[in-house]
């Protein structure tokens, strides 16, 4: 599914909110009556837990907390510890380099999903799975599959109920800062993890609020929305198609996506988890193209067929 701190702010509108809101219940029937007994995440940093100063590709949280940006849950997750550093070591085995993190730090692109599927971050144990999809330079996408496919191997020995989740994307070019265009305040943040006051966090929130709402009514620099170009990449993902991403360059994503846009990799990494364990099928196909959001907005379930 995907993710918007913007959900959490003022802004959009109740039309929107309400849209969102059903297929979001959709999804949330779905897991409440799979009922996980473990949930393994794939998600993007903002520049909370993640900086330029050391930025794996991958890395895995055998310990994690929420930062509790734009409202969402702060504090300590749940983390299955033990299962974590297991999956490390078979992602090891199976060939991917991954990072690994006692302490990791997640923001909205880990909490959000979990509280909008659960009630609560902490309902289920989790193993939060980092993917670099903001920092540049960044890996080919072929290298997500192969994460996503070595952590689904490892999830198939265990005897467990297991939601893999994916969050990110799809088509969104939100004002994020770049180690080019940042001003002094930002580079000390991206690169050296400068903390935040409550004052600066208002103001970053006012901003993206402001932003999005130069973007919906037409106002804005931002790249726009590519609809056409999330319908596409959704039914590769709905046929199962994973490996015809392999080709695709950073520089084709992000100029028909946004740079943003990048964040795909959570989807192509879960989506490879599942199919380690054979064909699937999909349900729950939701799209919205929101300018409000500053994003193509997206959710899809999916089990194996032999379920």
Excluded at 220 to 247: K, V
Aim: hydrophobic share 40%.
């Amino acid at each position: 599914m995907s993710h918007s701190p913007l959900l959490n702010l003022p802004g959009p509108s109740a039309e929107l909110l309400d849209e969102i809101g059903s297929a979001l219940g959709r999804a949330r029937d779905f897991v409440t009556d799979y009922d996980p007994e473990l949930v393994v995440t794939f998600s993007p940093d903002h520049y909370n837990g993640f900086f330029y100063r050391l930025m794996p590709p991958f890395c895995i949280g055998t310990a994690a907390s929420g930062v509790g940006d734009y409202g969402t849950h702060q504090g300590a997750l749940d983390v299955a510890g033990d299962i974590a550093q297991q999956c490390a070591e078979a992602v090891w085995e199976s060939g991917v380099d991954i990072a690994i993190s006692t302490s990791m730090d997640v923001d909205h692109g880990t909490v959000q999903p979990l509280q909008e599927l659960f009630g609560e971050a902490t309902a289920h144990p989790v193993v939060p799975i980092f993917i670099n999809s903001v920092a540049t330079p960044l890996g080919p996408l072929s290298r997500s599959r192969a994460l996503g496919a070595a952590v689904g191997a490892f999830l198939c020995t265990l005897d467990k109920r297991v939601l893999v989740l994916g969050s990110g994307g799809l088509s969104h070019d939100p004002p994020v800062p770049t180690l080019a265009t940042a001003p002094p305040a930002a580079l000390d943040r991206i690169v050296h993890g400068a903390p935040m006051t409550d004052q600066q966090r208002m103001a970053r929130q006012s901003a993206v609020s402001q932003a999005a709402h130069d973007f919906a009514h037409g106002d804005s620099a931002l790249r726009p929305l590519n609809p056409e170009w999330d319908h596409g990449l959704l039914e590769i993902f709905d046929e199962g198609r994973l490996t015809d991403l392999d080709s695709w360059s950073n520089g084709f994503i992000a100029s028909e996506g946004g740079n943003s846009a990048h964040e795909i990799r959570t989807w192509v990494a879960a989506f490879a988890a599942l199919a380690a364990s054979g064909p699937y099928r999909t349900g729950n196909h939701f799209y919205r193209a929101a300018p409000e959001l500053i994003a193509g907005f997206a959710i899809r379930t999916a089990v194996g067929i032999a379920a």
